[in-house]
Nanobody, 117 residues
Framework: QVQLVESGGGLVQAGGSLRLSCAASGSFFKINAMGWYRQAPGKQRELVATFTSGDMTNYADSVKGRFTISRDNAKNTVYLQMNILKPEDTAVYYC???????????WGQGTQVTVSS
């Protein structure tokens, strides 16, 4: 069983910063891809930033230049540094990982990020 545990969400004023963390635990051999998605009220879940299976990074256009994804492979942890936050960044942020040869997809429980204007 694989678990993704997120932390670091909260309330911040516009222009501020937050750092999210997601740690993968359980029994697995290899994380193929890992990253962050978000879902705002009334909207579909969307990609924010990910490490792809080819070790490339992929960012949503709306966060380029403001958000940075990084990882610690030894800890099976991925981070999302979010700077210059805007009210439109308000959403529940979900960690996602594709794991193993079967390419199974896992989601974290989500962490709320609220940016006040």
């Amino acid at each position: 069983q694989v678990q993704l545990v997120e932390s670091g969400g909260g309330l911040v004023q516009a222009g501020g910063s937050l750092r999210l963390s997601c740690a993968a635990s359980g029994s697995f051999f290899k994380i193929n891809a890992m990253g962050w998605y978000r879902q705002a009220p009334g909207k579909q879940r969307e990609l924010v930033a990910t490490f792809t299976s080819g070790d490339m990074t992929n960012y949503a256009d709306s966060v380029k230049g403001r958000f940075t994804i990084s990882r610690d492979n030894a800890k099976n942890t991925v981070y999302l540094q979010m700077n210059i936050l805007k009210p439109e960044d308000t959403a529940v942020y979900y960690c996602n990982a594709e794991i193993g040869a079967m390419r199974r997809n896992y989601w974290g429980q989500g962490t709320q990020v609220t940016v006040s204007s």
